[in-house]
């Protein structure tokens, strides 16, 4: 029980259970959707930009918990934020959940992003943590309004 | 299973002997994450028993060599043996000819050989297609590659609440413009078996030639293709305790030998100059280049290994162990099997309030229990009872009612998690 606890942290129970910011965001500047076609799991992401910063984050769609608690974290984390704060936080989650997150003097650093350590030890859902932040890296690489990533 | 048992559950139940059968399965007394095996994806591939490891690795030692071309001992004795396997294949389905018998690479090259040779010499501008709403993808896309670049239509059969085919709607589509019928014996999504007897004489009443995907039909069914009066079968040697890489395509011989070739290459020639090449005459005709010999060989021992078994016997413990299970599984508050139709076998597929099929299938993993969790490549599947995803057990004959019991115990486990 303790490996599944270890995924299956409580900060990621309360948010698959309660999304946080899950919901279309009527104006936004960018409206991305993210896919995984193993799984199923589809989400919409979107942006409001002000500048250079996040204004306002959301999304909707649905998949395992996993991937929904990640997309909550990810919302409620990146609002406010500058687009190369959100680049850096997206390398940050991205060594965390592959395992190669090295130099940290405790996983305080990392906030909520910590609940996301045990995907590591389950590499097949490494996607499904990863889906949310990937989309949204798309969105703000892409100067389209409407992009689909896979 | 459609066969009624007149035996009582409990002892179908003891007469097989289901430990004996699990000793041939060296897989089986693996231990995942500490725990013993559960094997329960059954649907995407069986586990290979002892014999047809076996026979793979003395191939290899003992017999390798290309067949059908040297005069030399050992390409005689490969040679041989592999052509041997097409006999047992012909006795396995009761085709009336080893030149009915086409080895592919599985269900998947089966299919898309018939509809890029029949297919494109048989469909035009205008022609139907026909296949069911519970097809596998690989059911699907080679009649769509087909359709759009034919200008035909495919149409599609649908399925009630219960995952059953519609009959009246069947009779309905099939109609003049219909060329070919393809379809799932068994349904790997909902474990449907198809009333595909009654379903083939409808379609030859109207001069349609019917395809039978039987991917999931044979490790479950007795399938006699004379009986069935199917025009083609198709199906995987893996799934039926064979190897991956090697599979069937069965076809009446007045067809097969109409149709133009698929591959060309070797073996399926008998003359090349620049000007004309004579084909090869059938079955090798649809054999171009040198074929999985190993694992067709493997595939013999797997047919060999099934001969020996009591079928009748399998066929009711299957039976039983799908009826207890799923009277295990959906007394578990919050479940809902996807697939009830009348007439099973080995899927159960389900869903769990409130919990994606994907988790379950983290968690279940933990207690080294198999099984598949997705849209098992039939979207459409999904579309239609409006779900993303279900996880899905599936039963062989070496499964037992302790790993039901197991799964039930990690289906409740689930649920802690996430409550
Ligand atoms: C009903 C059905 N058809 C076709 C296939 C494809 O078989 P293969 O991947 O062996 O070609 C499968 C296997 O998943 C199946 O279940």
């Known amino acids: ?114 609940a996301f350590s045990g995907v590591s030890e389950f590499p097949a859902r490494v996607k499904c943590a990863s889906l949310a932040w990937h989309t949204m890296k798309s969105a703000l690489e892409s100067d389209k309004k409407v992009v689909s990533t896979e | 299973m459609s066969t009624q048992s007149p035996i009582m559950p409990s002892e179908v139940l003891e007469r097989f002997d289901v430990a004996r059968i699990r000793k041939d399965f060296p897989i089986l007394s693996l231990n995942v994450h500490g725990k013993p095996l559960v094997y329960l994806d059954n649907a995407a591939t069986s586990q290979k028993p002892q014999c047809v490891i076996n026979a793979i690795n003395e191939y290899y030692r003992s017999e390798n060599s290309n067949i059908h071309r040297g005069v030399h001992y050992l390409s005689e004795k490969a040679t041989q043996e592999y052509e041997n396997v097409r006999t047992k294949v012909q006795r396995f389905i009761n085709a009336s000819s080893v030149k009915e018998i086409i080895f592919a690479r599985g269900t998947t090259e089966g299919i898309n050989l018939v509809a890029s040779t029949y297919g494109r010499k048989a469909i035009n501008a205008g022609d139907e297609v026909l296949i069911s709403a519970m097809e596998h993808h690989s059911n699907i896309v080679p009649w769509q590659i087909l359709c759009e670049e034919k200008g035909a239509t495919l149409r599609v059969i649908p399925i009630n609440d219960s995952g059953e085919i519609i009959l009246d709607e069947y009779q309905k589509l099939l109609g003049r413009k219909t060329k070919i019928v393809s379809l799932a014996h068994v349904s790997n999504a909902l474990g449907t078996i198809n009333p595909i007897k009654q379903m083939i004489a409808l379609a030859h009443q109207q001069g349609v030639i019917v395809l039978i995907d039987g991917a999931q ?118 479940v809902k099997i996807i697939g009830t139709a009348k007439e099973k076998a080995s899927v159960i597929s389900f869903v769990l309030d409130g919990v994606h099929p994907h988790d379950i299938g983290t968690i279940l993993d933990q207690e080294g229990i198999a099984i598949r969790t997705g849209h098992h490549c039939a979207q459409p599947v999904m579309q239609r009872f409006n779900i993303p995803a279900t996880a899905r057990a599936s039963l062989a004959l070496y499964n037992t009612k302790a790993e039901i019991e197991r799964l039930a115990a990690g289906i409740q486990k689930v649920i802690e998690v996430f409550h």
């Not at chain 2, 799934?239 to 011989?253: A, D, H, I, R, S």
């Not at chain 2, 097969?256 to 698929?262: F, G, N, T, W």
């Not at chain 2, 060989?297 to 016997?313: K, T, V």
Request: proline share 3%; net charge negative.
């Open chain 2, 217 to 334: 039909a044979i490790p479950h069914l007795n399938v006699d293709v004379r009986e069935l009066d199917c025009d083609f079968y198709v199906f995987s040697a893996h799934k039926v305790y064979g190897p991956t890489g090697v599979g069937v395509l069965y076809g009446k011989y007045d067809i097969l030998d109409a149709m133009p070739p698929y591959q060309g290459g070797g073996d399926m020639i008998k003359s090349v100059t620049f000007e004309k090449t004579i084909y090869n005459d059938l079955p090798y005709k649809f054999e171009a280049g040198t074929p999985n010999i190993a694992d067709g060989i493997g595939f013999g021992a797997a047919l060999d290994y099934i001969a020996q078994l009591d079928w009748q016997a399998v066929s009711e413990y299957e039976h039983e162990l799908l009826q207890y299970a799923t009277e295990v599984i959906s007394g578990i508050d919050g």
């Open chain 1, 1 to 114: 029980m303790s490996e599944l606890r270890s995924l299956y942290q409580e900060i990621i129970l309360d948010h698959n259970k309660n999304p946080r910011n899950f919901k279309k965001l009527e104006n936004a500047d960018r409206v991305v959707e993210g896919y995984n076609p193993l799984c199923g799991d589809h989400y919409t992401i979107y942006l409001k930009l002000k500048d250079d910063r996040i204004e306002e984050i959301t999304f909707d769609g649905g998949g395992c918990a996993i991937s929904k608690a990640s997309a909550s974290v990810m919302s409620s984390i990146l609002k406010g934020k500058t687009k190369a704060e959100a680049e850096e936080l997206f390398e940050t989650f991205h060594k965390l959940v592959i395992g190669e997150l090295k130099g940290l003097d405790s996983m305080d650093e990392l906030g909520k992003l910590a």
